[in-house]
């Protein structure tokens, strides 16, 4: 059964930051295009990020460019996105996702909630 569970979620203050990391099993990790989404309050799911199978490459949103910074180890299974100079406009459900690409996801956690303050 392959699981997805993202951690490390919480309430930070404006310029603040965090990070959430993703375990993964039940799954060859390693073969999988790794992304990170988020779904804020009345809003669709978008995109976050993606990180490629060997760490080759990254892709961001334009909104999260230059502030977030999406990572992975193979050898621990874990996916991680690192997010600086947060704010109100970030507070959202993260989710973390395992996929062919990025628009391609196959699976999903459950996800993690961020909340900025102002």
């Known amino acids: 059964q392959v699981q997805l569970v993202e951690s490390g979620g919480g309430l930070v203050q404006t310029g603040g930051s965090l990070r959430l990391s993703c375990a993964a099993s039940?799954?060859?990790?390693?073969?999988?295009?790794m992304a990170w989404f988020r779904q804020a309050p009345g809003k669709e799911r978008d995109v976050v990020g993606g990180?490629?199978?060997?760490?080759?490459?990254?892709d961001y949103a334009d909104d999260v460019k230059g502030r977030f910074t999406i990572s992975r180890d193979n050898a621990k299974n874990t996916v991680a996105l690192q997010m600086n100079s947060l704010n109100p406009e970030d507070t959202a459900v993260y989710y973390c996702?395992?996929?062919?690409?990025?628009?391609?996801?196959?699976?999903w956690g459950k996800g993690t909630l961020v909340t900025v303050s102002s």
């Open positions: 996702a395992a996929g062919r690409t990025i628009n391609n996801v196959i699976y």
């Open positions: 039940g799954l060859t990790f390693s073969i999988y295009y």
């Open positions: 990180i490629s199978r060997t760490n080759s490459s990254t």
